[in-house]
């Protein structure tokens, strides 16, 4: 069982920037490195939402509405995954959910990934 633990979340005023982190455990270190790894994002009401997808290769994808504002990147070393959001919106407002696949790409449909964190709090003020 792979184990997920997002971190960093809290409250910015929109235009800031905030970093949020995912330890990942479980698994070995290569066989880590080979998982696809993804953030979601989801508010009240809503479906879960592909924010940002990083392959085994490091491949990257990134949603429309945060395309040039966020950066996702990993470090299978420490077994780590990062989003970097800078130029945050209100509308970035949303519980941020780090997840893993066994498949190896940067998958953007949540029915890819079979790990899941519990999320992390994201609050953006106007």
């Known amino acids: 069982q792979v184990q997920l633990v997002e971190s960093g979340g809290g409250l910015v005023q929109a235009g800031g920037s905030l970093g949020l982190s995912c330890a990942a455990s479980g698994r070995t270190t290569s066989t880590l490195s080979s998982y696809g790894m993804a953030w979601f994002r989801q508010v009240p009401g809503k479906e879960r939402e592909f924010v940002a997808s990083i392959g085994w290769t490091h491949s990257t994808y990134y949603a429309d509405s945060v395309k040039g504002r966020f950066t996702i990147s990993r470090d299978n070393a420490q077994k780590m995954l990062w989003l970097q959001m800078n130029s945050l919106k209100p509308e970035d407002t949303a519980v941020y959910y780090c997840?893993?696949?066994?498949?190896?790409?940067?998958?953007?449909?949540?029915?890819?990934?079979?790990?899941w964190g519990r999320g992390t709090q994201v609050t953006v003020s106007s």
């Open positions: 997840a893993a696949s066994p498949r190896g790409w940067a998958a953007t449909s949540s029915a890819q990934y079979d790990y």
